[in-house]
Structures are given as C-alpha cells and as structure tokens.
C-alpha cells in the first residue's frame, strides 16, 4: 500500500489532497485500485455491478435446468404411456373386459355358462331333488 500526498498553496487557501491506492495481482494478471480519493470501495460496486449483470444469465440458466428437467419427464411419461397403451391393445370392446371363465367343480346333473352380464364370483348350488 502507498500513500501519495500533495499540497498545494495559494495566497488565500490550502488544500491537501491525499490517494490512497491498492494493488492487488490475481490469477488473471489485473490490477484493483479501490478507494482512490474518496474513500468509496469501488471494487466492491463494480463486483456487486457484475453480479446484477449476470441475473439474467443465472435465471436463463436456472430455467434452462427447469425445462431439461421437465422435457426428460414427459419423455418418460410419454414411455410410460407408450407401454400402457401397447399392453392394453388386445382389449377391443367391453365384451373383452367382461369374459369370466365358468367351471363345475364334480356335478354331472347340471351345466354352467356365463356372459358379459355376469358378476365375478363364486356360486354354490344346492340340488334337492333330481327329476
């Protein structure tokens, strides 16, 4: 740090005038001065200027994470779909949703059948008489 100070003398004032300088090396060869004459750290503003220049850059960023991230669910959604539909393409009609498989457990007396109309379950008959 260095301290330049100069005075200056007239017949009816004086004034001093003093700069304080800072330099500083980073890894990209820059020099900083801060503070020259004021007081005033305009390193700080000039990073706080960058910063509010490069919002618009992280918020296009952020939405670009947003939008990838939203475009690999509805892909994966959109496969989901894809599979629903083709293991789903052998039912046609309500008739396919509604075939149940009838079986007579032992009974020679009688015969079962079923249609669409029919309610799963199962049933037991009780014969009291033969004719």
């Known amino acids: 740090m260095s301290s330049v100070s100069s005075t200056t003398s007239t017949a009816a004032t004086t004034s001093t005038a003093t700069t304080t300088s800072t ?3 980073s890894s990209g060869g820059t020099v900083k001065f801060s503070g020259l004459a004021s007081g005033v750290d305009t390193g700080s503003i000039v990073d706080s200027l ?6 618009p850059k992280t ?5 670009e994470t947003y939008l990838k991230t939203k475009l690999e669910t509805y ?28 079986t007579n457990n032992g009974s020679d007396y009688f015969s079962v059948s079923t249609n669409s109309l029919a309610k799963e379950g199962t049933y037991s008959i009780k014969v009291v008489s033969l004719a």
């Open 23 to 25: 330099t500083a090396k």
């Open 50 to 55: 960058i910063e509010a220049e490069s919002a």
């Open 59 to 63: 918020l296009l960023e952020n939405k």
């Open 75 to 102: 892909t994966d959604f959109n496969e989901l779909l894809s599979d629903f539909y083709a293991s789903s393409s052998g039912i046609n009609n309500t008739t396919d949703l509604n075939t149940y498989n009838v």
